[in-house]
RNA sequence: GCUCCGAUGGUGUAGUCCGGCCAAUCAUAUUGCCCUCUCACGGCAAUGACCUGGGUUCGAAUCCCAGUCGGAGCACCA
């Protein structure tokens, strides 16, 4: 037994293929089986082909949260080979009001987590679909024009009671129904109900409303002539139908939707997609909330330098500090679908990003606010530390030392002649601390093996670069070796005892500093 | 007020449909040890959870009822 414990994966299993084949193929049959994150789709089987939308409004460049809609139907779609489109919902000109650069800042972020949609639709563009859905839908006796105001219909609503015009003959409907498409009346005139159940149980459900008048011009040049716009329940359930959804997997702030819609579908004949409703996220670790119009404001007010501030919860701002867009998708269908609401850890994204980039990621030394320490003793010109401690092959850093070096405090030792006044130079050497001098002991490694002299990161005090390193709790300046001057911009480094850093751009001139961002531990 | 959901360690998740294989999975986190020219990686170990109360049953995380707590909707927002 214990013999068995000792060997390795690759010798257990080899030793259990001889013995019992047919184990080991059971065993890692079910090892296949539990690879993915995600549940099953349900009815996945009732359909040829898995279609799914991402919807969002383009008020905004994405916040964290948003990445989770297409890791998880992106994920979906590699799963069961299917099809994935991004249609903005931007059918509200005025109270969500759409930003025009964000149509493009999505597909950017979109793109950023790796994912390419096999097709982009914009609800503005369509208004004549709806018109149209609208007029059938009359004419089938589904809908009527209401001209309550929204409290005396509120009122009438709750006590389950209709309105004076549900009645209406359908011939003025028709009629009323045009000239609201037709920018005839003004904002709160007139809107169009859809005839559902007003005795509904439910209060959320009674005929609610499909069609209303916004005074506002929608800013796509495009879309700007249109006055009567479509609420997201009917715009949203007629596109799904028209766009082949089988799925939809939205939040539970939705989860009346699919029981408002199903009365449009039944009227038409229509089967109603299968839906996923999950709960909100929530990110640990940041002091801004995750919201596009709180994040917005603290831009406008100052508060944050832009959507890729480091504190602000956003992806172009995790982009900025080097983490890859795979790390975040990861943790995200780690979270699964349940309809409660769960706090995702930025430990675990930090974790899923480490594993990718730890290996080619190259070691430099970084020192946060130096203190000059004058060398003497004689050490030698130059410090080869490896670029990569599990990579020899890739070779060292020659970092030139002068006649002093940049020591974090507390590195540096306390001067008591009764502890140990020996550090070690990482990559360098043996120093002997003695009157604020480093004194080149030339002691061996063997004296850090054995214990006692501690070693240290360090860079020269002349030649090393000036860093400034944005972190989300603010920036961190000092120092990095000679070499991370020669470095790209977007190149990633791991600065040794500090972290992950992505290098953003380099100054120009001499004492200009470089500017990195800091990524995680 | 009306109507829907939900509840497993610090966090996320598996198991719940079809009760026993669950003194509960995996990941992350934290701590300790090992490895190491710091860190990271890797290895080992520890920590830590079935919301509460009833019921059904030989047996309940799982089924039923009640309660508690939490979330969502009842917009001319998405």
Redesign the pocket.
């Known amino acids: 037994m214990g013999r068995v414990n000792d060997l390795d994966y690759a010798e257990k299993r080899a030793r259990l293929e001889d013995l019992a084949p047919e184990a080991l193929a059971e065993l890692e049959a079910e090892e296949e089986e539990?690879e993915y994150?995600?549940?099953d789709l349900p009815n996945a089987e009732a359909h040829d082909e898995i279609r799914m939308r991402c919807?969002?409004?383009p008020?905004g460049p994405w916040h964290v949260g948003h990445a989770r809609m297409p890791a998880v139907i992106g994920t979906y779609r590699e799963r069961y080979d299917g099809w994935f489109c991004v249609r903005f919902?931007?059918?509200?000109p005025?109270?969500?009001r759409p930003d025009l650069e964000a149509y493009d800042a999505i597909l950017d972020d979109l793109d950023y987590l790796g994912f390419e949609p096999d097709a982009t639709y914009t609800?503005s563009d369509r208004l004549e679909t709806y018109y149209d859905h609208a007029r059938d839908l009359i004419e089938l006796g589904g809908a009527y024009t209401?001209?309550?105001?929204?409290e005396a219909?509120?009122e009438l609503?709750?006590s389950g009671e209709p309105c004076p015009h549900r009645d209406k003959d359908e011939a003025t409907v028709r009629e009323e129904f045009e000239a609201m498409v037709d920018g005839e009346y003004d904002?709160?005139?007139?809107?169009l109900r859809v005839k559902t159940d007003i005795e509904h149980?439910?209060?959320?459900?009674?005929d609610?409303?499909a069609f209303?008048?916004?005074d506002t011009p929608h800013p796509r040049e495009d879309a700007s002539e249109y006055r009567c716009?479509?609420?997201?329940?009917f715009?949203?359930g007629v596109d799904d139908h028209l766009l082949e959804i089988t799925h939809i997997i939205r939040?539970?702030?939705?989860?009346?939707?699919a029981k408002r819609q199903q009365f449009v579908y039944d009227y038409f004949g229509w089967d109603y997609p299968d839906v996923i409703?999950w709960?909100?996220v929530q990110l640990?670790d940041y002091d801004v909330t995750m919201s596009t119009s709180t994040i917005s404001e603290l831009i406008e007010d100052g508060e944050l330098d832009g959507w890729d501030d480091p504190r602000a919860p956003t992806l172009k701002s995790l982009r900025r500090r080097g983490i890859r867009g795979e790390a975040i998708v990861e943790a995200m269908t780690?979270?699964?679908?349940?309809?409660?609401?769960?706090?995702?850890?930025m430990?675990?994204i930090?974790?899923?990003n480490?594993?990718l980039i730890?290996?080619e990621t190259d070691?430099r030394?970084f020192v946060r606010d130096g203190t000059q320490v004058p060398l003497a003793g004689d050490p030698p010109a130059e410090a080869n530390?490896?670029l990569?401690?599990?990579h020899e092959d890739r070779g060292v850093r020659d970092i030139p030392v002068g006649d002093a070096v940049l020591l974090e405090a507390e590195?540096i030792p306390d001067g008591d002649e009764n502890g140990e006044q020996r550090i070690?130079?990482?990559?360098?050497?043996c120093f002997r601390f003695d009157d604020g001098v480093l004194r080149y002991t030339a002691d061996d490694?063997d004296v850090?093996?054995e214990g006692g002299v501690?070693?240290?990161?360090?860079v020269p005090a002349d030649g090393s670069v000036p860093v400034r390193m944005r972190t989300m709790d603010g920036d961190v300046t000092g120092h990095a070796e000679p070499g991370v001057g020669d470095l790209a911009a977007d190149d990633m480094v791991?600065f040794?005892?500090?972290?992950?850093a992505r290098i953003d751009r380099h100054g120009d001139g001499k004492d200009a500093e470089t500017v990195a961002y800091y990524a995680h531990?």
């Open positions: 539990d994150d995600l549940p919807a969002p409004n008020n919902d931007d059918t509200d005025e109270t969500k609800a209401c001209s309550c105001s929204g219909f509120s609503k709750n904002s709160g005139e007139l809107v149980k439910n209060p959320a459900l009674r609610w409303v209303r008048m916004i716009w479509p609420m997201l329940d715009q949203s939040g539970i702030d939705l989860q009346d939707s409703h709960g909100h640990d780690g979270l699964g679908t349940s309809t409660t609401d769960v706090d995702l850890a430990s675990s930090y974790a899923n480490r594993e730890d290996e070691r030394f530390p490896p990569h401690p599990n590195d070690w130079l990482k990559g360098f050497g490694i850090v093996r501690d070693v240290v990161h360090w791991q040794e005892r500090v972290g992950f531990p």
